[in-house]
């Protein structure tokens, strides 16, 4: 199943509890201030927090989109899942939308948030966003500001994975942004047994500002691997100069050659 513990089907905002892990869909934009969400089990997405977009049928979405924000005051901390050990959010597990081409955002953002020890056995040890094959008038986004990801795990993107199964020649968004002006992201000490020690992305982008990516660890890409997709980052950034905003220490690819398909 979805989600550890809570599956609720309406717009949701938790404030200074302790949690066992929850699931909330609909089009409206839903927010986490103040919580511990620990040690929860998920058989397929979201060990700690997953975020459908599908419940109902196409009147109960009217094609609004979904958006989660996770602040500073929350703790994700120790849980598992098929994909998304601690975060999951899937665009399109039915038939979603208002029919039109017009394009829907579907976000999870990161504004301070801790995320560390979450393992998954597939994608996004930390955090996963997927889309669905066939719905290609979805945004799919993953906005990281701020915030620490720590010692998470997973076969590919040890803390992030953002996975796009409509892939190619899609007209519309699936990327991973990632840090900010004005916010501190640390992500480190990530591991992945194939792609992506940190990031992993398959047909989208990785646009990079800034953060510190240290000591993660992969059989390929040890900090970020992306299939089918962009990677960008600025000149300075990419030259490591002074003024480089962008700080990858010690991420390294492990000897083991990456399991077969």
Partial sequence: GHGGAIYNEAFMTITSNYSSGFSTSEATPGSIRGNLIYGNTATNLGGGIMVPTYSGGESAHNGYGAELTLDSSVLIIGNSAQAGGGVAMSVG???????????????I???????????????????YLQREPDKDNYDSIVNLSSGTLRE???TKGGAIAV??????DSLHTNEINIGST??????????????GGAVYVY???????NGIFQSNTSAYGGAVAVENGEFEMSEEDKDDSEDSSVDFSEN??????????
Wanted: charged share 10%; net charge negative.
């Fill in 109 to 127: 953002n990161c504004n301070g948030a801790t995320i560390s020890n979450n393992t998954a056995s597939v994608m996004g040890g930390g955090v």
């Fill in 93 to 107: 597990t039915g038939s979603v939308g208002n029919g039109s081409s017009s394009s829907v955002d579907y976000i």
């Fill in 163 to 168: 996975y796009n199964a409509s892939n190619a």
């Fill in 252 to 261: 390294k690819e492990a000897e083991e050659e990456p399991a077969s398909e």
């Fill in 152 to 154: 998470n795990s997973a």
């Fill in 182 to 195: 004005s916010g501190n992201l640390l992500i480190e000490n990530n591991t992945s047994s194939q792609y």
């Fill in 203 to 209: 047909y989208g982008d990785v646009n990079l500002t």
